[in-house]
C-alpha cells in the first residue's frame, strides 16, 4: 500500500521492545530483533501473495480473494495490515484494469482478460511487510503483458540500488530510467513508495521518478517500499466516489509491483520475495 507523495507522521513502538535508532529526518533504523520480525512480516505477505496469484481465476469476486488473503495470514502466523489502517475496510487492496491502487474488494466478478492489482500487508509481533503483483487472468495483449513485465523489471531496478551509501533519488532515478527505456508510459507521481517498519507508512518517501544522488542516505538498518506504478496511457490519476480507489484519468490500464526492502552492509535483503 503506497502514500501520497508528502509527508507523514511516525511514531515508534513501545521502547520495551528495544526500538533501534531514528534520523533526524525521521527515518527509522531499525534494530535486529527487529529486522528478524520484518523478514518473517515480508515471508507472510510473499506467500499470500503467492497464494492469490496462484488461486485467481475468472468467476471469482474481488471479495472472494479478500477472504482467502486474509484467513492466509492469520494461518501463517500473522495479522492483517491494511484492515482498518485509516479506515481502510479490507485485508487486500484489489485494483482491476484501469485502477490503481487501493480499490477495495467486494461484488465485483473477475473475468478473463482482466489484469488485477493485489496489494496487501502482514504484521508480526509489530513489524510490517508491505508488497504488490499484478496477475493477468485468462488472454491478454501483449502490449499489456510489455506493461507488466515494464513493471517488475522497474521493481528490480529500484532494489539493485538498495546499497548502503546510495540515496533514495538512487533508486528512484532507476525505477524511472527502466520504465522510460521500454517505452512511453505514464509513471505515476501523486502515490509513492515509503518507508517501513514499526509502522506501516514511514518516512522517506520513495517516488517513482528523480535525480540520482538526491534525497535521503540510505543507512544499514533502514527499510522501504518500492512500488512503480506504470500507466499505459498518462501518469494522471483520479479517486473514485468511495474516496479509496485510484484510477488512471484516460481509463487505461495500471500495473503495480511493490516489494519490501531492507538496507545492509552489502545486498539489500528483500523481506517479501519468497520464490
Known sequence: ??????????????????????????????????????????????LTLLKLRDVIAAGMTTADLDAIAEREIRALGGLPAFKGYRGFPATLCISLNEEIVHGIPGGRVIRNGDIVGLDLGAIVDGMYGDSALTVAVGETKDEIRAQ??????????????????????????????????????????????????????????????????????????????????????????????????????DGKPSVHFEHTVLVTEGDPIVTTKVE
Open 1 to 46: 500500500m503506497n502514500i501520497r507523495n508528502r509527508s507523514v507522521n511516525v511514531r515508534a513502538l513501545d521502547a520495551g521492545i528495544g526500538v533501534g535508532e531514528r534520523t533526524g529526518n525521521g527515518i527509522t533504523v531499525k534494530n535486529q530483533r527487529e529486522l528478524d520480525r520484518m523478514v518473517e512480516a515480508g515471508r507472510i505477505t510473499g
Open 148 to 249: 507488466m513485465e515494464t513493471g517488475r523489471a522497474a521493481l528490480f531496478a529500484g532494489i539493485a540500488q538498495v546499497r548502503a551509501g546510495n540515496r533514495i533519488g538512487d533508486v528512484s532515478a532507476a525505477v524511472q530510467d527502466e520504465i522510460e527505456r521500454r517505452g512511453q508510459y505514464g509513471i505515476v507521481r501523486e502515490y509513492v513508495g515509503h518507508g517501513i517498519g514499526r509502522q506501516l507508512h514511514e518516512e522517506p518517501s520513495v517516488p517513482n521518478y528523480g535525480a540520482a544522488g538526491r534525497g535521503p542516505l540510505l543507512r544499514p538498518g533502514m527499510a522501504i517500499a518500492i512500488e512503480p506504478m506504470v500507466n499505459l496511457g498518462t501518469h494522471a490519476t483520479r479517486v473514485l466516489d468511495d474516496d479509496w480507489t485510484v484510477v488512471t484519468a
